[in-house]
């Protein structure tokens, strides 16, 4: 039977429909300073804590409930007759109900940034105790540990013997223990924040689900997204379709490409593999460049924008059919275009709280976890191995393309020149097969090759790649080095007049 509940929480919304409820069942209220001013100051009688404690809060609040008195009323196992005597012994009352929420580490700490002296003021003590305890002794105990948890006891309640039943009381329970590992995970995770994930020999990941996602990566396979407990999501969808398992990683592939480049950039995404991306005088421009890079496999893609789209640009993109816009922001004159196409779906986020540090994937009955490819190095830490040196603009085509190549799915190359791809080829099981692919579409749409440069995410174990591309009029290549043999493609590349850069680092991505 529920005699007695004690309340204190940070957030108080429902708060008042519960704490009638129990008035109105003549259950006596126990709770905590903020919370007892403010039922209090709603008409609801509820007995200070202070008076079952004997003892005022300390310490500017951090010791209130940390008592005997308070731990023995949630511990005391009813069926126990030793508990009962030292209850009584020390002038204890059995507590009930328990209806905690705590302090918001999470939104006050770690999405506004706080420095660790003023964060440690939102990591909660009693709260988390109390929980723990009532869950503990949920055969004796009800506990309340979110404010979704409310609505499920009033609806549930008995209120002829004034209980709730044994199975719920189980399940209420689990979710403390839930959500207090969670709680005390995100403190963790802030407390490491600046030490490398992978370094430690257990990680903590909590998921918290989004949504339900249209279907994973076929109709057949259901999917959800979900994202780490305690991340700050800066994520706005203005309309569309429910997105899909596929959109997400497409969005994902996009959104990391242009915000490698500070001038206005455009990319077009299909299966996580680049079909088009240029650079431009404006967004327009770029969405414009980047369609001619195949201007047959953009239908139904993924673009994206690393800057704010304006009307002109949106009257574009509502021609052909398109899966979904991802920009940091849109005018309002973007948004009321975009409205003639209400399936294509527009999305705006910032860079930073997409841009995950860590790749994890399931393998083998086990979890993959690596560091994200951000390597990144300038042009001059690479080494030009050849006779001939790149021009300038070459250069800037050789930056271009390997900044590019790491997106590609393996074995990749990337022809390009100092503004836009020119062809692609991605996933092929040999390097050659790829480079042929590359050319291929260079050829079916027409684009010039002048001043055009090949990136290749791995090393050419032979020179057919480096033929292949000075027979077809590109100037210079950029790709690791590292395969046995090199010299021999060096002078491969020598006797056919083009200048080859070699990198060191490798970007394979499966």
């Known amino acids: 039977m529920i005699k007695r509940a004690l309340i204190s929480v940070w957030n108080k919304d429902g708060l008042l429909d519960l704490a009638n409820f129990l008035n109105k069942n003549g259950i006596e209220i126990i709770s905590t300073g903020g919370t007892h001013k403010y039922l209090n100051d709603n008409n609801i009688p509820v007995t200070e804590i202070s008076e079952i404690t004997g003892m005022d809060s300390v310490m500017n609040g951090r010791v209130k409930t940390l008592n005997p008195k308070i731990f023995g009323g949630i511990l ?59 869950a503990k002794n949920y055969h004796s105990v009800c506990v309340l540990s979110d404010i979704s948890d409310y609505l499920e006891f009033i609806n549930e309640f008995d209120q002829e013997n004034k209980t709730i039943n044994l199975g719920l009381r189980k399940v209420l329970a689990s979710r403390v223990f839930f959500r207090t590992s969670q709680y005390d995970s995100n403190i963790y995770s802030y407390f490491n924040k600046d030490e490398n994930f992978l370094k430690s020999d257990t990680q903590f990941l909590y998921l918290e689900k989004v949504q339900d996602l249209r279907y994973g990566e076929n ?32 969005i994902g592939s996009g959104y990391d490409i242009v915000n490698n480049f500070k001038e206005p950039s455009c990319s077009i995404i299909k299966h996580s593999n680049p ?13 414009k460049r980047a369609v001619s890079c195949d201007p047959v496999s953009y239908f139904g893609g993924i673009i994206s924008f690393n800057g704010k789209v304006e009307e002109v640009l949106a009257k574009k993109l509502v021609e052909p059919f398109l899966e979904c816009v991802i920009a940091p922001d849109y005018s309002k004159e973007a ?31 086990g979890y993959l976890l690596q560091e994200k490819d951000f390597f990144s190095k300038d042009f001059s830490d690479y080494k030009i191995v050849t006779k001939k040196k790149p021009s300038r603009s070459e250069i800037s085509g050789l930056v271009l393309g390997w900044k590019l190549v790491r997106f590609v799915k393996s074995n990749a190359i990337v022809i390009a020149n100092s503004k836009q791809i020119l062809g692609v080829g991605a996933g092929q099981m040999s390097r050659i097969d790829s480079a042929e692919i590359a050319i291929r579409k260079i050829k079916q749409f027409s684009l010039n090759l002048d001043k055009s440069i090949m990136a290749s995410d791995a090393f050419f174990p032979f020179s057919d790649c480096i033929e292949l591309a000075a027979k077809n009029g590109v100037k210079s290549i950029i790709q690791p080095g590292g395969s046995i043999n090199d010299q021999e493609n060096i002078n491969v590349a020598d006797d056919l007049g083009i200048s080859m850069v070699f990198t060191s680092s490798r970007h394979f991505y499966h």
């Open 76 to 134: 005391a196992d009813r069926d126990n007759n030793n508990h009962l005597d030292d209850l009584n012994k020390i002038n204890g009352k059995t507590i009930d109900l328990i209806v905690v929420n705590l302090y918001p580490f999470v939104d006050e700490a770690v999405k506004k940034k706080l420095p660790m002296k003023k964060a440690i003021e939102y990591i909660d003590i009693g709260g988390p105790s109390m929980l723990r305890a009532a």
């Open 219 to 250: 109709p057949h396979q259901k999917a959800s997204f979900c994202v780490s407990s305690g991340a700050n999501l800066n994520w706005l969808k203005y309309q569309g379709k429910k997105l899909s398992y596929n959109n997400y990683l497409d």
């Open 275 to 287: 079909c088009g991306f240029a650079l431009g005088e404006d967004l327009l421009d770029a969405y």
């Open 335 to 365: 948004l009321e275009v975009f409205k003639q196409k209400d399936n294509l779906r527009v999305i705006s986020s910032d860079y930073e709280s997409l841009n995950n540090k860590y790749d994890i994937r399931t393998a083998s009955g």
